[in-house]
């Protein structure tokens, strides 16, 4: 019986997990596309941490809302023009 409740709580955590890197590279993408449109390169520390705090808070609303979250960003992305 602690077996099957192991096994639930480890799945929910590998799905979480999943979830967190998925939103991490959807925001390291969007943090790398001014790189991509030719902006300059020569980053300062403050836009290093802000571009690592866009990255790390996708990355959590991902775990925590799921496609949800993943969807909405899309759809902006998508009426951006882009």
């Given at each position: ?19 967190f890197c ?61």
């Amino acid at each position: 019986m602690n077996l099957n409740k192991d096994n639930k709580q480890s799945g929910f955590s590998i799905k979480t997990i999943y979830k967190f890197c998925g939103g991490a590279t959807l925001g390291a993408f969007l943090v790398s596309l001014p790189i991509l449109y030719g902006a300059s390169t020569d980053l300062s520390l403050f836009q290093v941490c802000v571009a690592l705090l866009l990255i790390i808070s996708s990355g959590i609303l991902s775990s925590i809302w799921g496609e949800k979250f993943i969807d909405a960003v899309m759809s902006v992305f998508n009426s951006s023009g882009l």
